[in-house]
């Protein structure tokens, strides 16, 4: 029975260091969203020329920031982050990080209340 179990562990391990060069041991990722979020379903219902700032302001809250132009003229702006953050630890090579980072940042432009034009600005970058 030792010798059996014996054979199996070596024959585990040599298919380990031969066979692959490497096998993953432990693998991880996390997601972290912060900010306001805008879906892209909410915008496919935002119409220039009908959409009041009333409006966005009750289906999306409170914006990131908001600036008045002049007395017709005002910007809401809406900027949200997402992370992504993955760990990799392979057996006998070494360890893996990265980190995705995506900003999003949507503007709504209204004159006299009524939507005037939206646009977005996304970065994206990564690091490992």
Known sequence: MKTRYLCLLSLLLS???LGTGCSV????????????QVSDQTLARVEVG??????????????TASEIVD?????????????KSSNSTLLFVFDTSSKREEKRTIYFEFKDGILDR????????SRR
């Open 118 to 125: 939206y646009w977005e600005e996304t970065h994206s970058f």
């Open 50 to 63: 009908k959409t009041s700032k009333d409006w966005i302001l009750a289906t999306l809250g409170e914006p």
């Open 25 to 36: 041991i432990h693998s991880h990722s996390t997601t972290k969203v912060m900010g306001k």
């Open 15 to 17: 298919s380990l260091l």
């Open 71 to 83: 007395e017709s003229t005002s910007i809401l702006k809406y900027a949200s982050k997402r992370i």
